[in-house]
């Protein structure tokens, strides 16, 4: 089964940085967007960034102006730089890739803490 992995994720005080990474077990040539989720206990998953086969990028506005997405789908990579961390940006970090059949992959997330 193809699933995604994820690295870089710690304890970073407020105003720091973290690089986060994700790729795919094995090729996967029907990943159209990639990006990256998070999740705190007591909300919903929510998206933070993607970027698309064609290196459009979306921000969720908490984030516009601190993060930065890259990578590129098709090749089943992509990073999210994150600078300027608060501790709201505390979560749970999932990768996701979305197929061209609308199904989901994810990662099993990897958790940022950002202290105060």
């Known amino acids: 089964q193809v699933y995604l992995v994820e690295s870089g994720g710690g304890l970073v005080q407020a105003g720091g940085s973290l690089r986060l990474s994700c790729t795919a077990s094995?090729?996967?040539?029907?990943?159209?967007?990639m990006g990256w989720y998070r999740q705190t206990p007591g909300k919903q998953r929510e998206l933070v960034a993607a970027i698309t086969r064609g290196g459009s990028t979306n921000y969720a506005d908490s984030v516009k102006g601190r993060f930065a997405i890259s990578g590129d789908p098709a090749k089943n990579t992509v990073v999210l730089q994150m600078n300027s961390l608060k501790p709201e940006d505390t979560a749970v970090y999932y990768c996701?890739?979305?197929?061209?059949?609308?199904?989901?992959?994810w990662g099993q997330g990897t958790q940022v803490t950002v202290s105060s």
């Open positions: 996701n890739g979305r197929l061209a059949n609308d199904v989901n992959l």
């Open positions: 094995r090729s996967v040539f029907a990943i159209n967007v």
